[in-house]
């Protein structure tokens, strides 16, 4: 047995540590993250407080920081359209399909790239990744052109076909594959499992921080988005969310109490989904973005 020598600056250190932690009952980093949190937590309650204020009090200038009484009347104008119950399914529709489909595919994907050597596997994977760098605005016109020749616009086709898959996806599922051991797909191997049935039986179950992360993101990406639906969608019964609530927003006259009740319902299917899945999001940054 080797005795641990401890130098007389180490002890200081852990003196220091000890008495900063006996005078603290939390992190000291707690200090610095707790303004910021609330910083970044402003524009949510200037949200809800203006979801419940009245058109006159939201327009007022200097604007009401806090409403003189609650005015639901943005939640009834909201509630109250017709097409909002359709366009809140139409977009949980395109958000679900989108996010079960870059499950599956992207664990295909990924594990392909994990595990299995073929030629050009890594040019391939470099390219893919590339695509990552290139702006929306420069593909949106082929990929509508695609969605035309198709017959998918104008249809929720046009926006579940181009979110089946992302290169972030397979991406993370692929770094996330590499940490796992070898010895256990090998131990299954041995017991005769193929291959496919390594990934759903073994390497899946092991996944789920990198699956959840997948599942968040890309939720939060479909059901935030406004800009193709915007090109590819023009009948009002196949708005998504974020497209039927623009529409409260008129050139001369803005509904401005419904549209933040409008934003608050939207909100909170990702506040409660982020939530949900926090600590498995923040297990899989931190394990699966580290290794080559």
Not at 268 to 284: D, E, H, R, T, Y
Request: glycine content about 6%; overall charge positive.
């Amino acid at each position: 047995m080797t005795a641990t020598v401890t130098t007389p600056r180490q002890a200081a250190q852990a003196d220091v540590s000890r008495r900063g932690r006996a005078r603290l009952p939390f992190s000291a980093w707690h200090l610095l993250l707790a303004p910021l949190a609330l910083i970044f937590a402003i524009p949510l309650v200037w949200l809800l407080l203006s979801s419940v204020m009245s058109n006159a009090e939201i327009n007022r200038f200097p604007p009401a920081l806090w409403p003189s009484r609650v005015d639901l009347g943005g939640y009834r104008y909201v509630l109250g359209n017709a097409l909002f119950p359709r366009w809140f399914a139409n977009s949980l529709i395109v958000s679900t399909v989108a996010v079960a489909s870059n499950l599956l595919f992207g664990a295909f994907g990924g594990y392909a790239f994990a595990r299995m050597r073929f030629s050009g596997s890594r040019s391939l994977l470099v390219l893919m990744l590339a695509t990552m760098a290139i702006p929306f605005q420069l593909t949106m016109i082929p990929t509508f052109l695609v969605m035309k020749r198709l017959g998918l616009i104008d249809t929720l086709g046009a926006l579940i076909v181009p979110s089946l898959v992302t290169p972030f996806a397979v991406f993370l599922l692929r770094q996330f594959f590499l940490s796992l051991p070898r010895e256990l797909e090998e131990a299954a191997w041995i017991d005769g499992c193929s291959r496919l049935r390594v990934l759903f039986r073994v390497v899946l179950p092991l996944s789920r921080p990198a699956l959840s992360t997948v599942a968040i993101l890309t939720f939060l990406s479909t059901w935030n988005d406004l800009t193709w639906p915007l090109i590819a969608i023009n009948h009002d019964n196949q708005y998504t969310l974020q497209l039927g609530l623009a529409t409260f927003q008129g050139q001369h006259h803005t509904q401005w109490a419904a549209v933040m009740a409008g934003n608050v319902i939207t909100v909170l299917p990702v506040l409660l989904a982020f939530v949900g899945a926090q600590k498995a999001f923040i297990q899989s940054i931190t394990s699966s973005g580290l290794k080559g």
